[in-house]
């Protein structure tokens, strides 16, 4: 690295207001500094530490900044310590001087020093894979229903629309534990991130309004989220209450068709789960599918996570033909390899590949462990076009062994695809 930089975390209420000016300069005319600012200020679990600084020691200017966002996930009730690199970006006159390779170097380190299970990033196509993020999390579909397919508002007005205020919180996290039942994968979002989702989201312009909807002559209540911003010139509805009914769901498109021809806005969005209620709905009206983008995963400790996730292992292995299995699973990732030592059904560590020969034997790319073991895809789907994730002895053995098909078995019970889908949380 040039020397003219130095590599800092965020040390004042000062640093707030000049992260607002990097980060304004650099993603104009999208006002991505308000949204920082008021990430450093109120945002639940935010420290000066979480803020990754590179400054030119001259000026003293920003030069390259992002922050480490804490999330918490669930993954089939297991909580997940999740960190989020967000709000990336280095000044133009300072790119290409490897200033981001140095402060991912420090966000590794945080978050091993940490003991974060995950790092996510929902960053640009391409550019992440380099530093071991890997496509694994399903993000940013485009559901979108042009307003001749959206119904009108039924003259009998049988809801009633409003803003969601701080004294909802309570139903809220009721209507968040109904979305992680229905989920694999899941954001956990406690009362402290209701709080600053109803008094702050809604103030900054990439925020979003959150509103309730009630039967004016039955105990219905739901909620849906409309962001102000994304991709696209829709509407975005980015959160609809998983239980709605369906009268509900088309009094809640009829509504957000009367909001899109206020605000001229071509079409409404629904960037939700192609497998959730709403999104199956708005198909059957014959909305537009497009395919999804995905959050880019890194695990950084393999091993760690296989063991914090052996409750969910052991539990889909004793709902199978293969209950009670003793033996070793082994995952080769051509460089190194990991052990699942099984007894009676349960595990009973997670241990380095000895030398020993093991048949049941899944040999898989380290890129490919992500999406495997997220449930994003089946090893099947992912051989489609990466034929180096295979059972012991597909391709090489002599036909009469049958190894080979008991390791598939073996991995299509333990790592099956699951629906899963991540609310975001700011």
């Not at 979108?144 to 508002?153: E, N, Q, R, V």
Request: glycine share 8%; net charge negative.
């Amino acid at each position: 690295m040039d020397s003219k930089y130095r590599i800092r975390r965020a040390e004042s209420l000062d640093d707030a207001r000049k992260l607002r000016h990097h980060f304004t300069e650099i993603f104009r005319p999208e006002d991505v500094g308000d949204f920082a600012e008021t990430i450093f200020l109120h945002f639940p679990g935010m420290k000066n530490e979480r803020w990754f600084i590179a400054v030119e020691e001259e000026t003293g200017e920003i030069a390259a900044a992002f922050a480490l966002i804490p999330w918490t996930w669930e993954m089939a009730g297991t909580e997940l310590k999740v960190a989020e690199m967000g709000i990336v970006g280095t000044g133009e006159a300072h790119r290409n001087k490897g200033l981001m390779r140095l402060l991912y170097r420090e966000f590794d380190a945080t978050l091993e020093e940490e003991g974060f299970d995950l790092a996510a990033v929902q960053g640009i196509p391409g550019f992440y894979r380099r530093f071991g993020y890997h496509y694994s999390i399903p993000l940013e579909p485009h559901i979108d229903i042009p307003l001749h397919l959206a119904p009108d508002l039924a003259d009998d007005d049988s809801y009633e629309f409003r803003l969601a205020e701080t004294g909802d919180i309570p139903f809220l996290l009721e209507e968040d534990e109904r979305y992680r039942r229905s989920n694999f994968l899941s954001v956990f979002r406690d009362g402290a991130k209701w709080n600053y989702l109803l008094t702050f989201s809604p103030k900054i312009g990439c925020g979003s309004e959150f509103w309730i909807m009630e039967g004016r002559e039955t105990e219905e209540k739901y909620y849906f989220r409309i962001s102000r911003q994304g991709f696209g010139d829709g509407l975005i509805v980015s959160e609809i209450s998983e239980s709605i009914s369906d009268d509900a769901l088309t009094n809640l498109f009829a509504f957000c068709k009367k909001r899109c021809r206020e605000q001229v806005k071509p079409y409404i969005r629904l960037n939700l789960s192609c497998e959730s209620v709403a999104g199956k709905t708005a198909h059957s009206f014959g909305a537009s599918v497009g395919r999804a983008y995905a959050w880019q995963i890194k695990i950084p400790d393999k091993t760690k996570f296989l063991e914090k996730i052996a409750p969910i292992l052991e539990a889909r292995l004793k709902e199978s033909s293969f209950a009670g299995f003793s033996g070793i699973l082994r995952l080769d990732f051509y460089k190194n390899q990991i052990d699942l030592n099984w007894s009676g059904g349960r595990i009973e560590s997670v241990t380095s590949g000895s030398e020993e020969e093991c048949p049941n034997t899944l040999f898989l790319s380290e890129d490919l462990f992500a999406p495997l073991v997220l449930g994003h895809r089946t090893w099947q789907e992912l051989q489609h076009v990466r034929p180096d994730i295979f059972p012991a002895t597909l391709y090489t053995g002599s036909g009469t062994d049958g190894a080979s098909d008991k390791t598939a078995r073996l991995i299509e019970i333990l790592f099956p695809a699951e629906r899963s889908w991540i609310y975001e949380q700011y």
